[in-house]
């Protein structure tokens, strides 16, 4: 079985969440604690990084308090492959509250599957979080 490891993303490749930018100025600096995700939809782009790398910290310090999983595993079969977002509402540095509907690609034990969700985001301190799938 052919493996691609989560390593082989580094700061100077292309950000997994699909803007033209590297890793390092995109999603990295999220995760690292640099910047704050100024959207909701930065904030998924984001947190489906983090689900390419395998950032479990990130993915649980940006869920809401209230709907938060006490630990998150991450299958190391499934490897992430592309995102598309297809609709948002709300969700500007304007908003309180946002969502955004996404397909997430990815590739399970060979196959290539996807996840479509409508994710809801608030804000959470000042900082936009993931809630829950709507």
């Known amino acids: 079985m052919h493996h691609v490891p989560r390593n082989t993303i580094t700061p100077t490749t292309p950000c997994p969440c699909g803007l033209d930018a590297t890793y390092g100025d995109c999603c990295g600096a999220f995760h690292e604690g640099a910047k704050q995700a100024p959207t909701a939809e930065r904030l998924m782009r984001s947190r489906y990084s983090a689900f390419a790398v395998g950032d479990t910290a990130y993915l649980l310090r940006t869920w809401h308090s209230t709907t938060r999983p006490p630990s998150l ?3 190391p079969t499934v490897r992430w492959t592309g995102l598309e977002i297809l609709a948002t509402s709300a969700g500007t540095a304007f908003h309180q ?3 955004v509907e996404f ?3 990815c590739v399970v034990r060979g196959h290539e599957d996807a996840q479509h969700e409508l ?3 608030v804000r959470e301190n000042g900082a936009w979080v993931y809630v829950d799938a709507v």
Do not use: C, K, P, V
Request: negative net charge; hydrophobic residues 25%.
């Open 73 to 75: 595993d991450l299958d």
């Open 97 to 99: 509250e946002g969502t």
């Open 103 to 105: 397909r997430a690609h």
């Open 119 to 121: 994710s809801r985001f």
